[in-house]
T-cell receptor, first 117, second 116 residues
Framework: AQKVTQAQTEISVVEKEDVTLDCVYE???????LFWYKQPPSGELVFLIR??????QNEISGRYSWNFQKSTSSFNFTITASQVVDSAVYFC??????????????FGTGTKLQVIP | SAVISQKPSRDICQRGTSLTIQCQVD?????MFWYRQQPGQSLTLIAT?????????ESGFVIDKFPISRPNLTFSTLTVSNMSPEDSSIYLC?????????????FGPGTRLLVL
């Protein structure tokens, strides 16, 4: 069974600091997809990034960057120069096909990030 | 990405009653999903709803408690039946354009339910 672990329950940083959110996953499949979502206090989940298991290139999007390492089954997320608007709960997720032929997404427990001004 | 709306955005209900949550998408989508997020918890998939077929429920969720309709490619409803305080959660609808494992799911704003 697939599993996603986000060991950091809550992180507090001061504005402009860099912060890394850890994500470790378990899967038996060779083909899978990893995601990060942001859930601000309003509650809506906002899609941030998707990676497939065959693409280990790191990705940068503005202040956000992602480090995917299959050797350690990790997909970590770094926010550079954090801002108060980054305060949210961040979820890492893993997608596979289930036995019924449908996509099955497993979410981690989330990391609550608080950026202090 | 699709624009997804949910109604109601929040509700306070008495135990023993039922609530139907609506999910509307601005484009046709193959897959619609219903999740529950209990307070301070992660998301748990309730069921997957394909248009024209019965919903597929995850372990721990049954049709009698969470009946789902999917009458067309842009709309679905989830009913929370015979509610108890343990049903107090955020209920989220999500969509994907296909059933492939790599398809990104986009989420609606959620329905915050409080059962007294």
């Amino acid at each position: 069974a697939q599993k996603v672990t986000q060991a950091q329950t809550e992180i507090s940083v001061v504005e402009k600091e860099d912060v890394t959110l850890d994500c470790v996953y378990e899967t038996r499949d060779t083909t899978y997809y990893l995601f990060w979502y942001k859930q601000p206090p309003s509650g809506e989940l906002v899609f941030l990034i998707r990676r497939n298991s065959f693409d280990e290139q790191n990705e940068i999007s503005g202040r956000y960057s992602w480090n995917f390492q299959k050797s350690t089954s990790s997909f970590n997320f770094t926010i550079t120069a954090s801002q108060v608007v980054d305060s949210a709960v961040y979820f890492c997720a893993l997608s596979e096909m289930n036995s019924g032929g449908y996509q099955k997404v497993t979410f981690g427990t989330g990391t609550k990030l608080q950026v202090i001004p | 990405s699709a624009v997804i709306s949910q109604k109601p955005s929040r509700d306070i209900c008495q135990r023993g009653t039922s609530l139907t949550i609506q999910c509307q998408v601005d484009s046709q989508v193959t897959m619609m999903f219903w999740y529950r997020q209990q307070p301070g918890q992660s998301l748990t998939l309730i069921a997957t709803a394909n248009q024209g077929s019965e919903a597929t429920y995850e372990s721990g969720f049954v049709i009698d408690k969470f009946p789902i309709s999917r009458p067309n490619l842009t709309f679905s409803t989830l009913t929370v039946s015979n509610m108890s305080p343990e049903d107090s959660s955020i209920y989220l609808c999500s969509v994907a354009s296909s059933s492939g494992a790599g398809e990104t799911q986009y989420f609606g704003p959620g329905t915050r339910l409080l059962v007294l």
